[in-house]
């Protein structure tokens, strides 16, 4: 399955998407984490840098989350922010982690994306406006919501569900 799969645009199903913000690429004046290019460069490795402040893709693949079925909570690798879960993760065989809804609404914002020819939905984190991946629907993945959220694993950490609550268990 390619990731230049159906443009979502195109597609009679993508209502439950929601309609992304105008502009190409600007800065969302609601992120809450703001931070300078010169900062980030200092906290993000190169390629964590490159994805995510450079809307970079990883090699499809390669990512350490690809087939990860640990349940848990992956956060934004930039701010931390909680924006999928485990148990939305399934497995596309596109090559990079797939999730068929974040872990609620507002946890990621959405960008036309009119890069390299292609009409697609960019999927950034609300915030700290981190570049994620994009999102594809209609594709006929048996999903609840036939929804793909293809997102980089680079853009990602999991907390793995036990050392999660292990804190929060104490009582
Ligand atoms: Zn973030």
Known sequence: MSIFGKSVFGNKATDSIPAPAAGDGAAAPEAAVRKSDDEWRQELTPE?????????????????YVDTHTEGV????????ELFRSNEKFDSHCGWPSFWAPLADGTVRYIHDRTLGMERVEVRCSNCDSHL?????????????DQRYCINSVSLRLVPRDAGESEAAQS
């Open 48 to 64: 964590e840098y490159h994805v995510l402040r450079q809307a970079g893709t990883e090699r499809p693949y390669t990512g350490e």
């Open 133 to 145: 991946g994009h999102v594809f629907a209609g594709e006929g993945y048996g999903t609840p919501t």
């Open 74 to 81: 992956y956060q934004c690798r930039a701010c931390g922010a």
